[in-house]
């Protein structure tokens, strides 16, 4: 079976406190998975990674050692960096 990642990142502009220019900047990533040959959504296994190896939970999702369960969308709040993705469907 295909699969299609579509990631979308959304900046929200607004005002930044001393408190926010300590921390690394952060943003909203959507990420949505679709089959590639009927074009719908798909539920899978993702596993998201920041560049230090470190997994990426995302809230409210069930979560296992190194991957969430994806309903096929989900928002991620990460902070500036890079990160890989694996997305894994079937048994």
Do not use: N
């Not at 900046?11 to 089959?35: C, F, H, N, W, Y």
């Amino acid at each position: 079976m295909r699969l299609i990642v579509a990631i979308v990142v959304v900046v929200l502009p607004g005002t930044v406190s001393a408190q926010d220019l300590r921390r690394k900047p952060s943003g909203a990533v959507e990420i949505t998975i679709t089959d590639k040959a009927t074009g719908k959504p798909v539920a899978c296994r993702l596993h998201v990674k920041d560049a230090a190896g470190k997994p990426q939970r995302a809230a409210q999702l069930p979560f296992w050692r190194d991957h969430f369960v994806c309903p096929a969308t989900v928002s991620l709040d990460l902070a500036a960096g890079e990160y890989t993705y694996e997305c894994e469907r079937g048994p």
